[in-house]
């Protein structure tokens, strides 16, 4: 079957970096992306990496290594509004393009 | 429409009543997905859409779900019989495609469906 595992939560202090992983088992996936939702709003769209490396876009960065099974997204500079749940989505290869979400990291930013 | 769509945006039943939830896609988008979601929980995939068939009904938690869509744009969820269990927020999300290796398959969301079974 095919599971990413992500911690379930994280804090951190604002201005801070922080970091959520994401580790996977999946035999195949067009790519990794992150997504984040605020309590009670809709997941939103945050970055996308088809290949390994580092993407970056503004204070957000997302990373990821097919080899080893890993990604994360980098947060930094933190403000109060990061406070969110933040997910890690694959697309699955052989199940004509199936997309399924880690269980998410609730990021506190505390002042 | 400007974004996705779903209605009602609250749904209160009783057990034993079936429900029809709805999702209207941003037009032009292939690909169409269904996922729950409990309170404080990932998102539980159900079935997924590309045009109007369904290669992957896997994440059906019983026989008293289905869904259709139809002219590859709306699509309803039905349950059948609730359950006090399938209290959740229901969420439908649409993408350009649902193949290949770039940012088309960003997947865009609705505001969800809070059903409540009583």
């Known amino acids: 079957g095919q599971s990413l595992e992500q911690p379930s939560e994280v804090t951190a202090v604002e201005g801070a970096i922080v970091q959520i992983n994401c580790t996977y088992q999946?035999?195949?996936?067009?790519?990794l992306s992150w997504y984040q939702q605020h309590d009670g709003g809709a997941p939103t769209f945050l970055s996308y990496?088809?290949?390994?490396g580092l993407e970056e876009t503004g204070r957000f960065s997302s990373f990821l290594s097919r080899s080893d099974s890993y990604g994360y997204l980098l947060l930094q500079e933190l403000q109060m509004k990061d406070s969110a749940s933040y997910f890690c989505a694959v697309r699955i290869y052989n199940q004509g393009g199936k997309l399924i979400f880690g269980q998410g990291t609730e990021l506190s930013v505390k002042p | 429409g400007a974004g996705v769509s779903q209605s009602p945006s609250n749904k209160v039943t009783e057990k034993g009543k079936d429900v029809e939830l709805r999702c209207d896609p941003i037009s032009g988008h292939t690909a169409l997905y269904w996922y729950r979601q409990s309170l404080g929980q990932g998102l539980e995939f159900l079935i997924y859409?590309?045009?109007?068939?369904?290669?992957?009904k896997s994440g059906l938690p019983s026989d008293r779900f289905s869904a259709e869509r139809t002219g590859g744009s709306v699509s309803t969820l039905t349950i059948q019989r609730t359950q006090q269990e399938d209290s959740a927020v229901y969420l439908c999300?649409?993408?350009?495609?649902?193949?290949?290796?770039?940012?088309?398959?960003?997947?865009?969301f609705g505001q969800g469906t809070r059903l409540t079974v009583v």
């Open positions: 859409f590309q045009g109007n068939s369904a290669p992957d």
């Open positions: 999946t035999s195949g996936f067009y790519g």
């Open positions: 999300a649409s993408s350009l495609t649902g193949t290949g290796g770039n940012t088309l398959t960003e997947a865009f």
């Open positions: 990496n088809a290949l390994d």
